[in-house]
Protein backbone atom coordinates (compact mmCIF):
# COMPACT_ATOMS: atom_id res chain seq x y z
CA UNK A 1 0.00 0.00 0.00
CA UNK A 2 1.29 3.41 -0.70
CA UNK A 3 1.47 5.98 2.08
CA UNK A 4 -1.14 8.04 0.59
CA UNK A 5 -3.51 4.70 1.24
CA UNK A 6 -2.51 4.38 4.69
CA UNK A 7 -2.72 8.30 6.11
CA UNK A 8 -6.30 7.83 4.55
CA UNK A 9 -6.96 4.58 6.05
CA UNK A 10 -5.54 5.99 9.05
CA UNK A 11 -7.53 9.36 9.14
CA UNK A 12 -10.53 6.69 8.54
CA UNK A 13 -9.92 5.00 11.37
CA UNK A 14 -9.85 7.83 13.71
CA UNK A 15 -12.56 9.59 12.52
CA UNK A 16 -14.83 6.82 12.61
CA UNK A 17 -13.65 5.96 16.36
CA UNK A 18 -14.36 9.81 17.34
CA UNK A 19 -16.96 11.20 15.49
CA UNK A 20 -19.62 8.73 17.60
CA UNK A 21 -17.91 10.39 20.87
CA UNK A 22 -18.13 13.72 19.68
CA UNK A 23 -21.89 13.54 18.25
CA UNK A 24 -22.96 11.68 22.13
CA UNK A 25 -20.97 14.69 23.95
CA UNK A 26 -23.28 17.22 21.98
CA UNK A 27 -26.43 15.32 22.35
CA UNK A 28 -25.57 15.26 26.16
CA UNK A 29 -24.35 19.14 26.37
CA UNK A 30 -27.62 20.20 24.58
CA UNK A 31 -30.40 18.51 26.47
CA UNK A 32 -32.94 19.36 24.69
CA UNK A 33 -35.10 16.21 26.42
CA UNK A 34 -34.90 17.65 29.37
CA UNK A 35 -35.67 21.03 27.96
CA UNK A 36 -38.98 19.47 26.57
CA UNK A 37 -39.76 17.73 29.46
CA UNK A 38 -39.91 20.51 31.87
CA UNK A 39 -41.85 22.74 29.33
CA UNK A 40 -44.31 20.56 28.88
CA UNK A 41 -44.63 20.00 32.96
CA UNK A 42 -44.84 23.79 33.09
CA UNK A 43 -47.74 23.77 30.80
CA UNK A 44 -49.72 20.55 32.35
CA UNK A 45 -49.68 22.49 35.40
CA UNK A 46 -51.04 25.61 34.15
CA UNK A 47 -54.48 23.41 32.67
CA UNK A 48 -57.18 23.22 35.41
CA UNK A 49 -57.33 19.98 37.45
CA UNK A 50 -60.64 19.05 36.29
CA UNK A 51 -61.54 17.92 32.67
CA UNK A 52 -62.34 20.45 30.34
CA UNK A 53 -64.43 20.87 27.33
CA UNK A 54 -62.86 21.36 24.09
CA UNK A 55 -63.98 25.07 23.93
CA UNK A 56 -62.78 25.64 27.26
CA UNK A 57 -60.56 28.74 27.80
CA UNK A 58 -57.02 28.15 29.44
CA UNK A 59 -55.36 31.72 31.31
CA UNK A 60 -51.45 31.26 31.10
CA UNK A 61 -49.31 33.73 32.85
CA UNK A 62 -47.71 35.80 30.61
CA UNK A 63 -44.47 35.26 32.32
CA UNK A 64 -44.44 31.41 31.53
CA UNK A 65 -45.76 31.75 27.80
CA UNK A 66 -42.64 34.51 27.50
CA UNK A 67 -39.99 31.68 28.71
CA UNK A 68 -41.95 28.95 26.96
CA UNK A 69 -41.55 30.76 23.31
CA UNK A 70 -37.37 31.22 24.40
CA UNK A 71 -37.55 27.56 25.14
CA UNK A 72 -38.73 26.39 21.80
CA UNK A 73 -36.79 29.32 20.10
CA UNK A 74 -33.35 27.57 21.83
CA UNK A 75 -34.68 24.07 20.50
CA UNK A 76 -35.05 25.37 17.15
CA UNK A 77 -31.45 27.14 17.21
CA UNK A 78 -29.84 23.99 18.51
CA UNK A 79 -31.48 21.75 16.12
CA UNK A 80 -30.15 23.48 13.22
CA UNK A 81 -26.90 23.40 14.36
CA UNK A 82 -27.22 19.39 15.16
CA UNK A 83 -28.74 19.25 11.87
CA UNK A 84 -25.58 21.37 10.37
CA UNK A 85 -22.76 19.01 12.35
CA UNK A 86 -24.99 16.06 11.15
CA UNK A 87 -24.72 17.33 7.30
CA UNK A 88 -20.77 17.77 6.98
CA UNK A 89 -20.05 14.62 9.59
CA UNK A 90 -22.22 12.84 6.80
CA UNK A 91 -20.23 14.63 3.98
CA UNK A 92 -17.23 14.07 4.90
CA UNK A 93 -17.61 10.62 6.17
CA UNK A 94 -19.04 9.77 2.25
CA UNK A 95 -16.09 11.14 0.75
CA UNK A 96 -13.82 9.23 2.89
CA UNK A 97 -15.85 6.03 2.07
CA UNK A 98 -15.43 6.89 -1.38
CA UNK A 99 -11.93 7.53 -1.51
CA UNK A 100 -11.25 4.58 0.63
CA UNK A 101 -13.18 2.41 -2.24
CA UNK A 102 -11.73 4.22 -5.18
CA UNK A 103 -8.13 3.72 -3.93
CA UNK A 104 -8.73 -0.19 -2.71
CA UNK A 105 -9.99 -0.76 -6.40
CA UNK A 106 -6.96 0.56 -7.82
CA UNK A 107 -4.65 -1.39 -4.89
CA UNK A 108 -6.33 -4.37 -6.07
CA UNK A 109 -6.72 -4.17 -9.64
CA UNK A 110 -2.79 -3.24 -9.54
CA UNK A 111 -2.69 -6.62 -7.60
CA UNK A 112 -4.35 -8.49 -10.13
CA UNK A 113 -2.33 -7.02 -12.95
CA UNK A 114 0.91 -7.63 -11.02
CA UNK A 115 -0.36 -11.46 -10.21
CA UNK A 116 -1.39 -12.07 -13.87
Do not use: Y
Not at 54 to 68: I, K, R
Amino acid sequence: MKPFTRVLAGVAIVWAFVMPGVLFVQELRDGQAMKLEVMAQNLHSALPKQPASDTATVTLPASGVSNWAGVMRDLAVTEDRRLDTFAVTTLVSSVAIIILSVSILRVSKRDENTVA
